[in-house]
């Protein structure tokens, strides 16, 4: 099975741009869940999705959002950005059903630099 | 809310030696997982070993074990026999039971492989 795969993987924008990263998970897998991972903050849950609809939320402000597609494919998109946006953006797949362990597999992460 | 604290910032081992990383966390649930992730140069999330709150024994992999304390919540990583590939970042994970997918991380251990 292909492993989860974000693209892009680099992306460099301005302040006030916005920008949208996309995921797509392990074939089967419903879940999808996004990070963003900073060294002053360390890794941060953003939200997660599952089956198109988004199942828990992180505390990060309204700019961050996120959708999910039919095929489980996800993207985040974060709007008016601003230079502490700035982080290595992951996504976790799993299957999702939530009735025992649910294994997340991580994708290489999409690196953003807010200019 | 749950808290993951790691206290190492960083630790060194020596080649075939073995090493201790150090975990504790907070939470007020009964039912929960714990993970260490590896994050390499590559920044790609790998799960080294995972443990489940109502077992009582130790989860092993290989020369990975940890040490599980849940009256202390306490939850450490040794590696035994190190290598040079396992340099990496140590992430320490809380994960709430039924079907919730936020993992709450720690701040990370960076290991360092002396030759």
């Known amino acids: 099975k292909a492993g989860v795969t974000q693209t892009p993987r680099y992306l460099i924008k301005t302040r006030g741009q916005q920008v949208t990263l996309s995921c797509s998970p392990i074939s089967g897998h419903r879940s999808v869940s996004w990070y963003q991972q900073t060294p002053g903050q360390g890794l941060q849950f953003l939200f997660e999705?599952?089956?198109?609809?988004?199942?828990n939320k992180g505390n990060f402000p309204g700019r961050f959002s996120g959708r999910q597609f039919s095929n489980s494919r996800s993207e985040m998109n974060v709007s008016t950005l601003e230079l502490g946006d700035s982080a290595l953006y992951l996504c976790?797949?799993?299957?999702?059903?939530?009735?025992?362990?649910?294994?997340?597999?991580f994708g290489p992460g999409t690196r953003l630099t807010v200019l | 809310a749950q808290t993951v604290t790691q206290s190492q910032p960083e630790m060194s081992v020596q080649e075939a030696e073995t090493v201790t990383l150090s975990c504790t966390y907070d939470t007020s649930e009964s039912d929960y997982y714990l993970f260490w992730y590896k994050q390499p140069p590559s920044r790609q999330m790998i799960l080294v070993i995972r443990q489940e709150a109502y077992k009582q024994q130790n989860a092993t992999e290989n020369r990975f074990s940890v040490n599980f304390q849940k009256a202390a919540k306490s939850f450490s990583l040794k590696i035994s026999d190190s290598q040079l590939g396992d340099a990496a970042m140590y992430f320490c994970?809380?994960?709430?039971?039924?079907?919730?997918?936020?993992?709450?991380f720690g701040t990370g251990t960076r290991l360092t492989i002396i030759p």
């Open positions: 994970a809380h994960l709430p039971n039924f079907g919730n997918e936020k993992l709450t």
């Open positions: 976790a797949s799993s299957s999702g059903t939530g009735l025992s362990y649910n294994e997340q597999f």
């Open positions: 999705y599952f089956s198109e609809t988004q199942r």
